[in-house]
């Protein structure tokens, strides 16, 4: 069965500090795909970053930057010098290969991030 | 203009109503999506719909009761729902993804459902 991980509920960090959200995934299939969801106090689901099973290369974007690492069945990501507007409930997310079904989405349960000013 | 949105943003209704969520993408995908997110719980999918055609339905009871009558609109239908039906209703698109490819899902604002 296909399992998404976020062992952290809630983590409350001072500005500029670093934070790192972990993600831990079980899956059965050799191609998969992981994701990961910004959500903030206004609800809708913003996309971050799509990875791939092959890709194992680390990735940076701005402030953010994400480890995905095999070995360990982890995608884990790194907020530097966090903002205030970073608050949010961050969502690692794990999608079946079955992609003549559309796709389907399984999330972990979310990680709410506070930055204090 | 948002990519996908829902309409209304805040619904409070009765176990005997009937009421329905819309929820319309703009962004020329062929797939839909409605989940269901409780409080302290991760997102649920209920339905997926590709090219108006359901391909899922995860279990979900049959007071809601999803239409897609094409790929840009989806609704979801709800009658003599129960107090545990109140979370925030997610809705979501995608293109149809390519043999050995995946398309990422954009997300609405999400409709928040109070059951009384």
């Known amino acids: 069965a296909q399992k998404v991980t976020q062992a952290q509920t809630e983590i409350s960090v001072v500005e500029k500090e670093d934070v790192t959200l972990d993600c831990v995934y079980e899956t059965r299939d050799t191609t998969y795909y992981l994701f990961w969801y910004k959500q903030p106090p206004s609800g809708e689901l913003v996309f971050l970053i799509r990875?791939?099973?092959?890709?194992?290369q680390n990735e940076i974007s701005g402030r953010y930057s994400w480890n995905f690492q095999k070995s360990t069945s982890s995608f884990n990501f790194t907020i530097t010098a966090s903002q205030v507007v970073d608050s949010a409930v961050y969502f690692c997310?794990?999608?079946?290969?079955?992609?003549?079904?559309?796709?389907?989405?399984?999330f972990g349960q979310g990680t709410e991030l506070s930055v204090k000013p | 203009e948002t990519g996908v949105t829902q309409t209304p943003r805040h619904l409070v209704m009765g176990m005997t109503n009937k009421k329905s969520l819309k929820c319309e993408q703009h962004l020329g995908h062929n797939a839909m999506y409605w989940y269901k997110q409780s409080a302290k719980k991760p997102l649920e999918l209920m339905f997926v719909y590709n090219f108006k055609e359901q391909t899922e339905n995860n279990s979900v009871p049959s007071r809601f009761s999803p239409e897609c009558p094409n790929s840009s609109h989806l609704f979801l239908h709800l009658h003599t729902l129960q107090p545990e039906d109140s979370a925030l209703y997610l809705c979501?698109?995608?293109?149809?993804?390519?043999?050995?490819?995946?398309?990422?899902?954009?997300f609405g604002p999400g409709t928040r459902l109070t059951v009384l």
């Open positions: 979501a698109s995608s293109p149809i993804a390519k043999a050995g490819h995946y398309n990422e899902q954009f």
């Open positions: 990875r791939n099973s092959f890709d194992e």
């Open positions: 997310a794990l999608s079946e290969t079955d992609y003549n079904q559309g796709g389907k989405l399984i």
